[in-house]
């Protein structure tokens, strides 16, 4: 059985990191990668997001997420050269298609779609490093202090959702054995599996109505609850710094113009419109985290001081 | 002064008109363990829900009587007065854990409660290193194995320091050594704190010793109160509903009926030895027959999963036509691992197996349905219809059964697996004890499957309920059925198993005749050996020891008496 990709405390600097920094450093990668479009700060998010991957451990428990993730770059890749054909270079001539209009494919749409696809499949790392490094019930106290009702769906969902797939992936077993013939087109499949999602989502609202009703019995909603603070430690100031600085100058480089690359009509030079002081400032602060990831297993009185 | 005071209560659930219980008269004093037995369905988790305000707060319904819990007035009183006082733990760890971290789920209730901080974080300490939990601290709680849940879920609400605790068979989902782990803490946080206890259990052997008073409930009614001393006797009547001990005695018609294993002992010193001889010269023996069909094999069975956990290491296994073997284990051995192998769900790491001669496989199992049956772990996997008599009919219809004549022969399984009123009723809403009944009916159908194989049949049922169903194996059995099962609940194991094997840690650690794995030990022998290990090695099937202790009493005539 495989293990769920879902968060699973383990020792590192990334899993001591308090919720909130958690959440704000993934977010400084996130506006990273969404803010700016041009290719080298993209390959630096590349590293970031990797660095962190490692930091945090959690490289096979995303595995799930960088597979999905290659799989819908891929169609990118392959689609977007088919509907986009702007750019000067035309690499293959095409037929004229109705609606879609004369499929030629560009290097420059080539190279756009590449890196479209590139910056999905970051953006779904970074997913997977969120659910598989930071506490969701972290999370979820904090969500509390803004709304308990939003905190309380959001875990129960996060509590039913591996019984789910425990669930699902026994249910498809049993009926296998039963004689279930769940194999064949997909047509067949889905017929075959109807009978079953109706059962699964009945057996999950019945399962969420016990838990709801653990939770009444253990008092839940009964009055004003108190809200545990997990403490914050020397590393989370530091880390949420870096990040929030991180945001800052990425939401400034946004503003400016200054991470932009233009794909069309012709690929720009590469080396036009990268600032210097940012690659430094990136590769400096991606550095610092693989060398705090190094520290933190081989020093233990600076893992005392953090 | 009475902790819980029910007078003259009846209830129906929402939109029923029948009364789950009616006209319960019910007073519970502090520091008293409170045993409540009765067949399924006859309103114990009911009336449990009553005792800690679920019902009406949380289910809603129609009440009639009066329900005083603490001195309160259990529908006036708030669910975080009520959660205060008195705390409950149901039956399946797995539908109650709220949060996906031990701590987390330790400190919920306190939270709840609106208690400081700092005494949550006291509370939360204190609880995790009296249970033993503090190494699962930050354990994932989906990946806990069901005996850590339910000691975690136990530590959630013994946190809240309550004065009434409140059990519903909370052992079912356990293996023996993890059963005996968390009614030794339910002892101790009873004898130490004087918590009144209040627990319901199918499985009498595991606690009727520890209670102090015995409540019975049938259809709705409570029909005995009293001690386990007096509930044994007035239990003359209806044995199953005895521990397996005290089941011999009254059924060999000693006058005394002890509790214990212990007390039941005490009675027997002298007359032992006198009956051993004649015993031994008229017991039957049956001897192996080598030369029967493999049905199911497996040779040097290796399983690692993918995160490297090696749930199988090596197991050989060879079930015969016609056996009925049993295998058993702690939570984790690797017990429904080798099932899933056997049945071809999970393809062996290293090692063979094989499945009616051939190598199974996820394709070749829709052609095996009329000779395999399985009955899995959790019912719920299985229940697909929306009627207990459709999810019968789609088992026929999937073996490839005649239509013609299908209507009369699911009446008849219905009926003979005591379902027959539920016919039309959803599975879902069935209990867990009938819900693994429709299952092996479904499975058990006629004509009936040459291999069938079960994993935790007996969860959540009743005594009546395994008697049920041990006589359709057996009755199977003698027809060339092989049976292979996987169970935590010894007593069953030993009234079932011709063969038996113990897995460890993913490597069968005993296996050979079900007499020489299920005798002299600790905690996988049933009762009956553990009674007669000694005088008589080798019993495990309370026939046999109903059939001793006569012999004993008429040999020791007025003595037994």
């Excluded at chain 1, 932009?260 to 210097?276: I, K, M």
């Excluded at chain 2, 988790?45 to 800690?52: A, E, G, I, P, V």
């Excluded at chain 2, 949380?58 to 669910?79: D, K, Q, Y």
């Excluded at chain 2, 062996?348 to 199974?360: I, S």
Aim: aromatic fraction near 6%; charged fraction near 25%.
């Amino acid at each position: 059985m495989k293990p769920l990709p879902l968060y699973r405390h383990k020792d590192t600097v990334f899993h001591g990191l308090h919720p909130a920094i958690a959440a704000t450093v993934v977010f400084s990668l996130l506006a990273l990668i969404l803010l700016l479009r041009h290719p080298v700060y993209l390959c630096l998010a590349g590293a970031g997001v990797w660095s962190l991957v490692v930091l945090a451990d959690v490289a096979r428990e995303t595995g799930p997420h960088l597979r999905l993730g290659l799989f819908m770059a891929l169609l990118v890749v392959m689609v977007n050269p088919l509907v986009n054909h702007r750019g000067e270079h035309v690499l293959v001539y095409g037929p004229h298609v109705p609606l879609l209009g004369k499929l030629d494919i560009t290097l420059e749409s080539l190279v756009y779609g590449s890196v479209s696809a590139f910056r999905l499949l970051l953006v779904m790392m970074v997913f997977g490093l969120a659910s598989t490094a930071i506490s969701p019930d972290g999370l979820l106290d904090i969500l509390a202090r803004i709304s308990s009702r939003s905190s309380l769906s959001a875990a129960i969902a996060i509590r039913l959702y591996p019984s789910m797939v425990v669930e699902a992936r026994e249910m498809k077993e049993v009926q296998l054995v039963r004689g279930e013939r769940l194999q064949g087109g997909a047509w067949q499949r889905m017929r075959a599996h109807l009978p079953f999602l109706a059962a699964l989502f009945q057996g999950l609202l019945d399962r969420a109505a016990c838990i709801a009703e653990s939770m009444s019995a253990r008092g839940f909603g009964s009055g004003k609850a108190t809200r545990r603070r997990t403490p914050f430690r020397a590393r989370d100031p530091f880390f949420g710094v870096f990040s929030l600085a991180g945001v800052a100058v990425v939401v400034l480089m946004s503003v400016l113009g200054k991470g932009d690359y233009d794909y069309f009509p012709t690929l720009s030079n590469p080396l036009r419109g990268l600032e210097a002081w940012a690659v430094a400032a990136l590769c400096g602060e991606f550095a610092c985290l693989a060398i705090i990831g190094w520290s933190w297993k081989r020093w233990p009185w600076l893992r005392s001081r953090m | 002064m009475a902790l819980v005071e029910i007078e003259n209560v009846s209830y129906w659930y929402p939109r029923q008109e029948k009364p789950a219980i009616r006209d319960i008269n019910l007073e519970i004093e502090e520091g008293e363990f409170v045993l409540l037995t009765g067949p399924t369905g006859c309103g114990k988790t009911t009336l449990m829900r009553l005792t800690n305000g679920l019902i009406p707060h949380f289910h809603g319904g129609r009440i009639r009587g009066r329900v005083r819990i603490c001195g309160m007035e259990a529908p006036a009183a708030t669910t975080r007065q009520l959660s205060r006082c008195v705390c409950m733990v149901f039956q399946n760890p797995e539908e109650q854990l709220v949060s996906t971290t031990v701590e987390k789920e330790v400190s919920f209730g306190l939270e709840n409660a609106g208690l400081p901080e700092t005494l949550i974080r006291k509370r939360v300490e204190e609880m995790m290193a009296g249970m033993g939990i503090s190494r699962l601290r930050r354990s994932f709680i989906p990946e806990l194995s069901a005996g850590e849940a339910q000691k975690v879920l136990l530590a959630a609400v013994l946190a809240l320091h309550p004065r009434i605790l409140v059990l519903d068979e909370p052992t079912s989902q356990l293996d023996p050594l993890s059963a005996e782990e968390l009614l030794t803490v339910v002892r101790r946080v009873h004898e130490e704190s004087g918590t009144t206890v209040i627990m319901s259990e199918h499985r009498l052997e595991r606690c009727f010793h520890h209670a102090t008073r015995v409540v019975h409930m049938e259809r709705g009614e409570v029909v005995f109160d009293g001690t386990p001393a007096e509930a044994a006797n007035w239990w003359g009547g209806r044995r199953s509903f005895l521990p397996p001990v005290s089941r011999m005695f009254a059924c060999a018609g000693w006058k005394k009926i002890p509790l214990t294993v212990n007390e039941a002992r005490r009675l027997l010193p002298d007359a032992g030895s006198a009956c051993l001889r004649r015993w031994e010269s008229c017991r039957e023996v049956v001897a192996g027959d080598d030369g029967r069909e493999v049905v199911a094999a497996a040779r040097s069975l290796w399983h690692v999963y993918p995160a490297g956990i090696e749930a199988l290491r090596g197991v050989d296994l060879r079930l015969e036509k016609g056996e009925r073997m049993v295998v058993m284990g702690e939570n984790g051995a690797g017990k429904s691992t080798l099932l899933r192998c056997l049945l071809g769900l999970l393809p062996p790491t290293r090692g063979k197996v094989c499945l009616f001669g051939l190598m199974p496989s996820e394709e070749r199992l829709p052609g095996l349905a009329s000779r395999l049956a399985y009955c899995p772990q959790n019912p719920n996997t299985y229940l697909v219809s929306p009627t207990v008599r459709e999810e019968l009919m789609r088992t026929m219809r999937l073996r490839g059964c005649q239509v013609a004549g299908a209507e009369a022969t699911v009446r008849e399984q219905l009926d003979a697996f005591g379902l027959g009123e539920m016919a039309e009723r959803n599975p879902r809403d069935l209990s867990c004890g009938e819900k693994e009944r429709l299952v092996l009916a479904c499975a058990l159908l006629p004509p009936v499957p040459e291999l069938v194989i079960l994993d935790e049949p007996t969860r959540g049922m009743d005594y009546p309920g395994k008697e049920r169903v041990l006589e359709v194996l057996r009755g199977h059995g003698s027809e060339g059925c092989t049976v292979l099962a996987v169970t935590h609940d010894v007593e069953f194991a030993a009234a079932l198993a011709d063969r038996a094997s113990i897995l460890g840690g993913g490597m069968a650690v005993a296996s050979g005749r079900a007499e020489e794995i299920l005798g002299g030990s600790l905690f996988f022998s049933p009762q009956v050996n553990r009674l007669l290990d000694g005088f008589f090695p080798g019993v495990i099937r309370e026939e046999e020891g109903i059939a001793i202790l006569r012999r004993m009493r008429e040999e020791r005539g007025a003595d037994a008496e």
